[in-house]
T-cell receptor, first 115, second 114 residues
Framework: AQTVTQSQPEMSVQEAETVTLSCTYD???????LFWYKQPPSRQMILVIR??????QNATENRFSVNFQKAAKSFSLKISDSQLGDAAMYFC????????????FGKGTKLSVKP | ETGVTQTPRHLVMGMTNKKSLKCEQH?????MYWYKQSAKKPLELMFV???????ENNSVPSRFSPECPNSSHLFLHLHTLQPEDSALYLC?????????????FGPGTRLTVL
């Protein structure tokens, strides 16, 4: 069965600095999708960034980028120029690339941003 | 905010009560999901509905009963719950139950079972 591991329960970053959140996963599939979701305190979970496993190029969305290492089954999230609004729980998630598929989440990393 | 709403936002119930959680999506999506989010545990998928048909039921106790009357609404009926069922229950929707479709989440219902 597929699993997703986030080894950092909590992380802290200074405003305007860069932080990297780690995620590893285990799968025997070659076709799959990886996601990072953000859940601010008392607010809805939103998608931050998505990576298709067949794409070698790392996905980027403004200040958010990933380091996708398929052989190592690693999918880290880098947040540049951190802002106070980035403080949230961040969840890494995996989904098989078949016609149907369910999201498998990690336990999450709580990110604090210090002013 | 996304187009997925959930009511109530907070619910406290006794173990003998019967209550229902409601989810509504205004995005024209065809797939809807119930997740359970407990402290220090990964989100657990409970149920998936695609085109109003239940397509996934992840060994959820029968005290949780989902209902999907149409593609815009999803309910989770609760009865004789246990204290360990206290959690944040999240609803989500996606265009279809396809792997690359983004899921949009509601704000959740914070459930406390006394």
């Amino acid at each position: 069965a597929q699993t997703v591991t986030q080894s950092q329960p909590e992380m802290s970053v200074q405003e305007a600095e860069t932080v990297t959140l780690s995620c590893t996963y285990d799968t025997s599939e070659s076709d799959y999708y990886l996601f990072w979701y953000k859940q601010p305190p008392s607010r809805q979970m939103i998608l931050v960034i998505r990576q298709e496993a067949y794409k070698q190029q790392n996905a980027t969305e403004n200040r958010f980028s990933v380091n996708f290492q398929k052989a190592a089954k690693s999918f880290s999230l880098k947040i540049s120029d951190s802002q106070l609004g980035d403080a949230a729980m961040y969840f890494c998630a995996y989904k098989d690339g078949g016609s149907q598929g369910n999201l498998i989440f990690g336990k999450g990393t709580k990110l604090s941003v210090k002013p | 905010e996304t187009g997925v709403t959930q009511t109530p936002r907070h619910l406290v119930m006794g173990m003998t009560n019967k209550k229902s959680l409601k989810c509504e999506q205004h995005l024209g999506h065809n797939a809807m999901y119930w997740y359970k989010q407990s402290a220090k545990k990964p989100l657990e998928l409970m149920f998936v509905y695609s085109l109003e048909e239940r397509v996934e039921n992840n060994s959820v106790p029968s005290r949780f009963s989902p209902e999907c009357p149409n593609s815009s609404h999803l309910f989770l009926h609760l009865h004789t719950l246990q204290p360990e069922d206290s959690a944040l229950y999240l609803c989500a929707s996606s265009h279809s139950w396809e792997a690359n479709n983004e899921q949009f989440f509601g704000p959740g219902t914070r459930l406390t079972v006394l």
